[in-house]
């Protein structure tokens, strides 16, 4: 039977796993978050129970409560959703925690906890590549609004904390265990080896933070907040035209002869820009107001596009119909950028969010594209950029542009540094989330991409949080949310190439690589073990 201290032990877990993604600066928390889970766990494989998969839920009761509480804000679109997307986390955390429990119950606690912690990291990686991408609950994000503690992702990636935090949460199982046993002597040995894994890396990591200096140039760039609501204004009750002369408003507030770059939010640009004639959009004469009094500055601003196909062309699985059916587009969220040169730059992004911007496994159930939900004002699956694209602006200085979802992902980051990016900009529309933890959240993980690749970062969104990242991760200025604001911040460039940015996720292919070993060891014994019977 599932008992009742197994119950508040697995409900501890979830909550303690879960606070990180509540409050701001609790991200401690994480280095013994699973010890009650642990415990949970103990009593099982000390009991009488043999089901292995019994194990399996007490996991998953933490993992729904970590999934929940620290996600509900998805809630504000679809609490189905939210709901759907947290069950479905928590399984696939669940499953992985059960091979985990299984071999450690069949071959030893180190073997045990050894394939856990390897099975746990694989998960988290592959999060970041499988159809039905979901990366935000990485274990080393929770470290991300303490920012002097993890310098070293820049060697490591965000896998370097998940890693970190494992090993602690296992030694101090060990050490409460030593102390309920009475083994204080191993207890004691335990609270140095604790001392030192958990010590090593905030040390190593505040010699980084204080002796760290900003490389490169500098750069004056302003950030638009407009604050239109999504839900009330921005594609419903306030007119494309308002919607331009607010942001034409913002832009004259804060333009001067010394700013190089102005970035506005997401989408922020009306109406549908199709690529082929983007020159002739309603919103260009703006602009080009704007940059013939400025010609220094470069204009960045986040929009939808369509791309017409041609006839003979092959259609995409994303491609839509037009109204009469005679021909066939795909629409893109993209990142414009203009300046004095003629010719307008454009990206589009490349990491799409499953169930509002694409349907996983649409190539084989292309039925499923209707259910996608309405963000962004268009129905159904986008299309992507194979790849990330780099701008360059006016003044020569090349930047990333990464839209929103796409900052959880520091392969995507440093994808753009390697492809020369001095300056990330991140663009995004987090009005859609209220005013509720996943906004700040989100700012956060801009504070990791900062660190890992050592690039400054901009940040525009809708309705906030706004602000600027220095290559340390500090927060230079941001704005407040649900307000309308547009602030300038000098900022640094850099060409240098990080270890992380150059080398990206080691430790996940790492992982992915011997879980595979370990799998294959497991199904090799299990059928040996068969043929004996």
Same mark, same amino acid.
């Given at each position: ?265 997401? @989408? ?159 663009? @995004? ?105």
């Amino acid at each position: 039977m599932f008992k009742k201290p197994v119950f508040l032990l697995s409900l501890a877990s979830g909550i303690l796993l879960s606070l990180p993604w509540l409050f701001p600066n609790l991200g401690w928390s994480l280095f013994f978050a699973f010890v009650p889970l642990l415990l949970a766990e103990d009593r099982f494989i000390r009991s009488d129970v043999r089901p292995n998969t019994f194990l399996f839920y007490p996991a998953f009761i933490a993992f729904l409560v970590w999934n929940v509480l620290s996600t509900w804000w998805i809630g504000y679109v679809s609490i189905t959703g939210m709901l759907l997307l947290a069950g479905f986390n928590a399984l696939i955390m669940s499953l992985v925690w059960l091979a985990g429990s299984v071999v450690r119950r069949q071959y030893g606690a180190l073997p045990g906890f050894f394939s856990l912690v390897i099975f746990w990291i694989c998960f988290e990686f592959l999060q970041y590549h499988w159809a039905i991408q979901w990366p935000w609950l990485t274990l080393g994000n929770g470290l991300a609004n303490s920012v002097k503690m993890i310098q070293w992702y820049e060697f490591t990636g965000v896998l370097g904390g998940s890693l970190w935090i494992l090993f602690s949460n296992i030694l101090i199982f060990y050490f409460i265990k030593y102390l309920f046993e009475k083994s204080f002597l191993n207890a004691f040995k335990l609270a140095g080896y604790i001392l030192i894994l958990v010590s090593v890396p905030v040390l190593f990591s505040i010699q980084l933070y204080s002796g760290y200096t900003e490389k490169g140039t500098s750069m004056n760039v302003a950030v638009l907040q407009p604050d239109i609501d999504p839900y009330t204004e921005k594609f419903s009750g306030m007119s494309q035209d308002l919607q331009i002369r607010k942001l034409v408003s913002l832009t004259e507030s804060v333009v001067s002869d010394s700013i190089n770059l102005i970035i506005a939010p997401e @989408t922020a640009f009306p109406p549908m820009w199709e690529d082929s004639i983007l020159s002739g959009n309603i919103s260009m004469p703006s602009v080009s107001e704007i940059i013939g009094k400025f010609p220094n500055v470069s204009f960045l601003v986040g929009a939808m596009t369509k791309r017409k196909f041609n006839s003979g062309e092959t259609v995409s699985e994303t491609a839509r119909l037009s109204t009469d059916r005679s021909y066939s587009f795909d629409i893109f969220n993209s990142v414009l950028l203009f300046d004095r040169i003629e010719k307008i730059q454009i990206g589009h992004k490349s990491i799409l969010v499953s169930g509002v911007e694409k349907m996983p496994f649409q190539k084989y159930f292309s039925f499923l594209d209707q259910f996608a939900l309405n963000l962004g004002g268009t129905n159904g699956s986008l299309a992507s950029a194979a790849a990330p694209t780099t701008l360059t602006l006016v003044n020569g200085v090349k930047i990333g542009p990464v839209i929103c979802f796409e900052s959880a992902f520091g392969g995507h980051s440093a994808d753009l540094v390697k492809s020369g990016a001095q300056l990330l900009v991140v663009i @995004t529309n987090d009005g859609w989330w209220r005013d509720s933890p996943g906004i700040w959240q989100h700012f956060g993980y801009s504070r990791i991409r900062a660190i890992e690749t050592r690039r400054s970062i901009a940040c525009s969104a809708n309705t906030g949080l706004s602000g600027f990242v220095n290559q340390r991760g500090d927060v230079i200025k941001k704005s407040g949310v649900n307000s309308s604001e547009a602030f300038c911040s000098e900022i640094s460039l850099s060409d240098e190439i990080t270890f992380y940015a150059e080398n990206g996720d080691i430790i996940g292919r790492i992982s992915f690589l011997l879980s595979g070993l370990i799998a294959i060891y497991l199904l090799v014994k299990m059928w040996m073990w068969k043929g004996k019977r």
